[in-house]
């Protein structure tokens, strides 16, 4: 291995080291000593609980393109599928352990899956929904890299290794049976994530009350799915030292226009959803939970992170043919776009919790515990290394 | 399997069953309910003390099963934000004994409003617990089955009352079960045993002479948030309309 | 969709519909079982729970004459200023059971602030420093 892909290596391996401790240090010290983050102790769902709703929408998005282009004929995206399909697994791998790492008794996750059933609860169901997704991508996964895996059987190391346990020589058909299941595995992608939208739907707080949410997080889960996955292709390219051109560069392009169109669809969306809340007809309490946004405590999140970095900027980005033409520039919009993404969750979760009265708790402010953001620097970090692995192992890389 | 649970089996394909899952009157043998006097509330938090001795809440923990608030009001059409004054007592320690609350009260119209969780007959709480930790027994009570949480507090966001919350020690959720293990033996529950004005009444509503059923003939009652349409359980008389959760 | 063969067709949707089928009976046939026997354990777990507050009668089995001679704090349950009553039931000892003679136990009641209109209320400045107990008997 190069020696830059060691130093690489052991930082990330330090960064998640630095996430385990600081869930460590979560889950052993609820009461926490440090004067401004008391008043997190009554807020329920913070920074981590964001964080898997990021990873969460960015494995559905990235399925969502990934299947467009293997499952629904846009031949032009066929060149970054493979990107895309690990990409999924890793987030959504990722973000099952974030949720998981969250809940207080953590030792009894479980109990989700196994025998504690509540039927009614749309928590449950995503759940579900998410495992099952889970199990059919690795199985679209298995037999999409079929063939080259059996290309890679000849290979010596793990590399061989893998790809020997993974096949046997007489197979047939086993992309297009990977294409069906492609299907299904978008299809409940789409459920798992509009049980998602609905777990904060069916929420009386009125930031999130109503069937705007599950729309709206499908849409959001385009616009990540896009942005993610071609910083996904630029990366990988980049450090494999190709440049950007060819089928990859259309598909880079094609990635544009969706990016471009579903950011507009964004713009749309949120402009309107706060304009009818903070208006003078809407209920007293909609009205109020609009205020930290336009000018309280929320305001630099909502109009600086959110709307500026996450929505204009790349919008001016990818339409000016300078910008968008080039592949930096498209990967500059989508890095943008993915960090105001980040705002966005942290928004959504928190800032719709900020009217909620837990026996007079109110908190203005968005409070980022250092645990809480040791342990997502660690997730960060160990998606990046998954996916590292995964491309080293699987036979990612197009024969020419 | 026995009856109950191939009916419930059956029950679990319809949807229309399954999204509208209120307590069925039809087994219950009592139906608990809680009558609160606002009127006779002096916000002294003995009932808080109680309650947190009970049922194994850390004192000086900030959140507590039970607790008080306490609105000054200037009275104003419209009202500003600046002449509702409202605080709130969950710990042993008792605001209402400070300068600030005294001098803010002077004059204005004052009241104290107990508060607790409204055991609601289609609970927010249960309907969204993913492992079926909270659930009715057959008197209306909602118990938190602590064996089974795992703390993902989906039922502290739904709550409309903000009456769970997450305990410190035991790292589960945690809510008022109105002392039933104390209602079961035929005791009172803690926090109206140790209310010294009576603001608190306990009861059987289903029974007719029972002190809560002749309170609620007499009495015009209220109850926190009804158009949440959760049906809750606690009943308030002499309710203000600045009590808006 | 892309064309695919029609026999993977089947193949793959049969195997996704076999995948859902199990879901959706291990969902609503299975695990209601496990629920509603953990609930039911989780009854007796809370009903097998100690009280650590007595009733008023208890008290009165030996402290009849305090009992009887109240007027103004008979509505007030003992334990309501006392305390919880149980270890003292048992040990009968004066540690068990809490005498708090210091002028925050009356004043948590009888401070002089707004919204205090159905009991008599006092200020504090009402000779402050003096324990309220040394002129006016709480159980009168």
Same mark, same amino acid.
């Given at each position: 291995m190069k020696k830059i892909e060691v130093v690489s290596g052991l930082t990330l391996l330090l960064l998640i080291l630095v996430g385990a401790l600081g869930i460590l240090q979560m889950h052993t010290h609820p009461i926490i000593p440090i004067e401004p983050f008391e008043s997190a102790e009554g807020i329920p769902w913070r920074l981590l609980v964001a964080l898997y709703v990021f990873f969460v929408v960015s494995t559905t998005g990235l399925c969502i393109i990934a299947s467009l282009g293997e499952v629904f004929g846009f031949t032009k995206l066929e060149p970054i599928v493979k990107e895309g399909l690990l990409m999924a697994l890793v987030t959504i791998l990722v973000g099952l352990m974030t949720i998981g790492l969250e809940i207080e008794q953590v030792m009894r996750g479980y109990f989700a899956l196994i025998g504690h059933v509540n039927t009614t609860s749309v928590m449950f169901w995503m759940i579900m929904f998410y495992v099952l997704y889970v199990i059919f991508l690795v199985v679209e996964m298995w037999f999409y890299f079929y063939d080259d895996l059996i290309k890679q059987r000849e290979e010596g190391g793990l590399r061989g290794l893998v790809a020997r346990i993974l096949t046997i020589p007489k197979a047939s058909d086993t992309k297009d049976f990977a294409k069906v299941i492609g299907f299904v595995t978008v299809f409940t992608a789409i459920v798992a994530h509009s049980n998602l939208g609905a777990l904060f739907g069916v929420n009386y707080l009125p930031f999130w009350h109503g069937p705007?949410?599950?729309?709206y997080f499908i849409l959001s889960a385009i616009v990540s799915g896009a942005a993610l996955t071609v910083i996904g292709v630029y990366i990988t390219d980049y450090i494999r030292g190709v440049k950007i051109e060819g089928e990859r560069y259309e598909a880079i392009q094609m990635l544009r226009v969706i990016l471009g169109f579903a950011i507009v669809v964004t713009i749309f969306f949120t402009a309107w959803k706060f304009v009818i809340k903070a208006y003078p007809n809407s209920t007293l309490l909609s009205r109020e939970s609009v205020i930290p946004f336009m000018n309280g405590e929320f305001a630099f999140n909502f109009w600086i992170m959110e709307v500026l970095v996450g929505l204009f900027i790349p919008l001016i980005l990818l339409a000016a043919p300078q910008t968008g033409r080039k592949a930096e520039g498209v990967f500059a919009a989508s890095l943008l776009t993915v960090i105001g993404i980040f705002f966005l969750r942290i928004d959504l979760v928190m800032g719709g919790l900020v009217l909620k009265l837990i026996t007079g708790m109110t908190f203005p402010s968005p409070v980022y515990h250092p645990f809480e953001i040791m342990a997502t620097v660690g997730f960060f970090a160990l998606t990046i290394f998954l996916y590292y692995v995964g491309y080293k192992l699987l036979p990612m890389e197009v024969r020419e | 399997m026995n009856r109950r649970d191939f009916l419930k089996l059956i029950a679990g394909f319809l949807p229309a069953v399954a999204l509208v899952r209120g307590q069925s009157a039809v087994d219950s043998e009592k139906s608990y309910v809680m009558v609160v006097d606002v009127n006779k509330c002096i916000g002294c938090g003995n009932c808080v003390v109680a309650c947190k001795t009970e049922n194994d809440v850390p004192m000086d923990f900030k959140l507590s099963r039970t607790w008080i608030e306490g609105y000054s009001i200037k009275e104003k059409i419209p009202i500003e934000e600046s002449d509702i004054r409202k605080e709130v007592l969950?710990?042993?320690?008792?605001?209402?004994?400070?300068?600030s609350w005294i001098e803010t009260t002077k004059g204005r119209k004052t009241f104290y409003v107990p508060k607790l969780c409204n055991h609601c007959a289609?609970?927010?709480?249960?309907?969204?617990?993913?492992?079926?930790?909270?659930?009715?027994?057959?008197?209306?009570?909602?118990l938190?089955?602590?064996?089974? %949480?795992?703390?993902?507090?989906? %039922?502290?966001?739904?709550?409309?009352?903000g009456a769970t919350f997450l305990h410190p020690e035991q790292k589960v959720t945690d809510k008022c079960t109105f002392c039933y293990h104390r209602i079961k033996k035929g005791l009172k529950p803690a926090c109206v045993l140790a209310c010294p004005t009576g603001a608190r009444v306990f009861g059987d509503i289903s029974d007719e002479n029972s002190e809560v059923s002749k309170l609620v003939k007499e009495n015009r009652v209220a109850v926190l948030k009804p158009e949440e349409g959760t049906f809750p359980r606690v009943l308030y008389i002499g309710l203000d309309s600045y009590v808006v959760e | 969709m892309v064309e695919v063969k029609r026999k993977t067709m089947v193949l793959g949707l049969g195997f996704a519909a076999l995948v859902y089928l199990v879901l959706f009976f291990y969902v609503?046939?299975?695990?209601?079982?496990?629920t509603s026997s953990s609930q039911s354990k989780w009854v007796e777990i809370e009903l097998s729970k100690e009280p650590k507050f007595s009733d008023t009668e208890i008290c009165k089995e030996c402290h009849y004459q305090l009992y009887i001679g109240m007027k103004n704090h008979s509505t007030v349950n003992c334990e309501a200023c006392h305390g919880s009553g149980v270890e003292h039931t048992i040990k009968r000892s004066s540690d068990t059971i809490v005498v708090d003679k210091t002028r925050d136990a009356c004043l948590k009641c009888h401070l002089d602030v707004e919204g205090r209109d159905v009991i008599e209320t006092v200020n504090e400045t009402h000779h402050a420093g003096v324990y309220c107990v040394v002129c006016h008997d709480p159980h009168r």
């Open positions: 705007l949410l599950p729309v | 969950s710990t042993s320690k008792n605001p209402f004994l400070d300068k289609n609970a927010p709480c249960v309907n969204v617990c993913p492992v079926y930790a909270r659930f009715y027994t057959k008197d209306g009570v909602v938190v089955d602590k064996d089974t %949480c795992i703390g993902c507090k989906y %039922c502290i966001v739904a709550c409309p009352y | 609503f046939g299975f695990a209601p079982m496990i």
